[in-house]
């Protein structure tokens, strides 16, 4: 199976930038998601990334090595409203269906 | 109807009971999913369906138990609940399960379930 890791939680403050990390081990790597989960709602896609790179996406960023089993969401100009939960899941191990991992809460305030 | 929707939305069930979730979506979608969330362990895969007619186990699978009639359905039936079964439920679909193609998977809005 896939061993995922994320940080528990994070703060920041309204118009920062944070950078939200997820490592990874898996066998036969084939694909990494981000998405989004606000409280008492339901999970929300952000990114996908399968090659090496940084993918943007207006605030959004993400980034993926695949040699070192990593990579990170970078969310700019912080608002109140991306408060939310952000869940990184991994598609490995011969199965297409990504394994989520436990989830970072970010605190935004002002 | 738009996308995927659950039904009930919250429910307190007596243990012993049992339940049926409903999941329904209208995006024509072959795979379906059935996760729970549970605090400080993130989304667990109870039971998948690639398309109708097959449906397959997850990390989670015991006490629970799913059928794929036609492509729209995916309801998963608690047989006898207990309070561990105690948990928010996402039911969830995407595109394609196969394939390299990544297959964003589309998350209903959840039902919670207490199991006393």
């Known amino acids: 199976g896939q061993n995922i890791d994320q940080p528990t939680e994070m703060t920041a403050t309204e118009g920062a930038i944070v950078q939200i990390n997820c490592t990874y081990q898996t066998s036969g790597f084939n694909g990494l998601f981000w998405y989004q989960q606000h409280a008492g709602e339901a999970p929300t896609f952000l990114s996908y990334n399968v090659l090496d790179g940084l993918e943007e996406k207006g605030r959004f960023s993400s980034f993926l090595s695949r040699s070192k089993g990593y990579s990170y969401l970078l969310l700019k100009e912080l608002q109140m409203k991306d408060s939310a939960s952000y869940l990184c899941a991994v598609r490995g191990g011969g199965s297409y269906i990504p394994t989520f991992g436990r989830g970072t809460s970010l605190i935004v305030h002002p | 109807i738009a996308g995927i929707t659950q039904a009930p939305t919250s429910q307190i069930l007596a243990a012993g009971r049992r339940m049926t979730l409903r999941c329904t979506q209208d995006?024509?979608?072959?795979?379906m999913y059935w996760y729970r969330q549970d605090l400080g362990l993130g989304l667990r895969l109870i039971h998948y369906s690639n398309t109708a007619g097959t449906t397959g186990k997850g990390e989670v699978p015991d006490g629970y138990s799913v059928s794929r009639a036609n492509t729209d359905d995916f309801p998963l039936t608690l047989a006898s609940a207990v309070p561990s079964q105690t948990s928010v439920y996402f039911c969830?679909?995407?595109?394609?399960?196969?394939?390299?193609?990544?297959?964003?998977?589309?998350f209903g809005p959840g039902t919670r379930l207490t199991v006393l």
């Open positions: 969830a679909s995407s595109d394609s399960f196969a394939g390299s193609a990544y297959n964003e998977q589309f």
């Open positions: 995006m024509r979608h072959n795979a």
